[in-house]
């Protein structure tokens, strides 16, 4: 089940403020458990650090493409890829606008 009036934020490669390894295992782990209880966002935006996440070698990208089929949009901020020289290996490369109309059309904005 999409909720669908929230949006996640992922700012970090990871979540929270510990080392790497950790931050990457939290970040595994929530994204199992939301899906698996079928607490499905409508969309998760990824930007600065974030958009990392989305790329080739990101040990979230499993997670990330199941999430995916299940109909959750995820939006990659396209400056912040520019910049790191990085590309999306899933979701949709949007910009800023993108990001903006997802928050402000939610209901409720989650932030890792």
Do not use: W
Request: aromatic content about 4%; hydrophobic content about 40%; overall charge neutral.
């Amino acid at each position: 089940m999409n909720t669908s009036n929230t949006v996640i934020l992922i700012t970090n490669y990871g979540m929270g403020k510990s080392d790497e390894a950790l931050q990457i295992k939290l970040l595994i782990k929530y994204l199992q458990l939301i899906t698996n209880g079928n607490l499905l966002p409508n969309s998760i935006c990824f930007y600065a650090d974030g958009v990392k996440c989305t790329t080739a070698d990101s040990p979230v990208l499993p997670q990330l493409k199941t999430i995916e089929e299940k109909g959750v949009r995820l939006i990659v901020c396209s400056t912040c890829l520019e910049h790191l020289g990085r590309k999306a290996a899933v979701g949709i490369v949007g910009g800023m606008p993108d990001i903006i109309e997802a928050q402000f059309t939610a209901e409720k904005v989650i932030s890792l």
